[in-house]
């Protein structure tokens, strides 16, 4: 019998930036090196409190009011685990046997019943102008595409999910006066229209390129790829 194919939205995501790389990533746990993010994570845990305070209270956070939106932040007995990075909210589908899951940063309830998905993400730009990010960057494409995986998890687990759903930005002021130990933050939402109809098709065909034997090609565009290959080929002649 077929065993399930347990992978998380970030798994699919390499998938479509490059096949190669998420099969040797998720096959062979052959990974690149990444840096922890300490920062970004910082700002992550302080803005989750904050939410939790308003939370308990189950009053909107001040600056929902301030932006229009008219929500609080929901209360589950789940959200400790749809946040936890090795639990995550999960969908298990016998027909094609996969366990596909992912860990969002927060959930808020708008009043008819609706569930809007949020990540939070910190930056630090002169200008902060998420369009003109999202038009020449293909990472923010990805962002989108993560609240759409969420989206698309919840409603597999009964929910009802609002179509939009929102990036709260924290942009850091690097041109203050003084430091003074204090890092400024600018926050942003950024509202998003998203879709979930690709999101099941997508699963399937990473879960399909993890069962096969297959190695795909390298992207020609990649750049890391690009360094390792020049680096051995150098190694090669000296
Ligand atoms: S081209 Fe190479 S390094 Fe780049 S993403 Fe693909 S496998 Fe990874």
Redesign the pocket.
């Known amino acids: 019998m077929e065993d399930f194919v347990k992978l998380s939205r970030s798994t699919v995501e390499?998938f479509l930036?490059?096949?190669?790389?998420c099969v040797?990533?998720k096959k062979y746990q052959i990974k690149?090196p990444s840096l922890p993010f300490t920062l970004n994570i910082a700002v992550d845990n302080l803005c989750k409190n904050e939410f939790d305070y308003y939370r308990n209270k189950q009053e909107p956070h001040p600056l929902f009011i301030k932006n229009g939106i008219d929500a609080v932040p929901f209360k589950h007995k789940n959200l400790k685990d749809w946040r936890n990075n090795f639990i995550g909210i999960r969908y298990k589908c016998s027909k094609y046997k996969y366990d596909f899951g992912g860990a969002v940063d927060d959930v808020w309830q708008k009043k008819n019943g609706e569930l809007i998905v949020v990540d939070v993400k910190s930056t630090s730009k002169n200008n902060f102008d998420w369009h003109e990010t999202f038009e020449k960057f293909d990472y923010a494409k990805g962002y989108k595409r993560q609240l759409e995986m969420y989206q698309w998890l919840f409603r597999k687990n009964g929910f009802k999910v609002a179509d939009e759903a929102y990036l709260l930005y924290f942009n850091g002021l690097k041109n203050e006066k003084f430091f003074n130990n204090q890092l400024k933050f600018e926050p942003y939402f950024v509202k998003l229209e998203c879709s979930t109809s690709w999101v099941e098709t997508k699963i399937l065909e990473t879960v399909n390129i993890l069962r096969s034997n297959q190695l795909p090609m390298?992207?020609?565009?990649?750049?890391?790829?690009?360094y390792?290959k020049k680096r051995w080929q150098l190694s090669k002649i000296k």
């Open positions: 390499k930036n490059c096949q190669r790389c040797l990533d690149p390298a992207s020609l565009k990649c750049d890391y790829c690009n390792l």
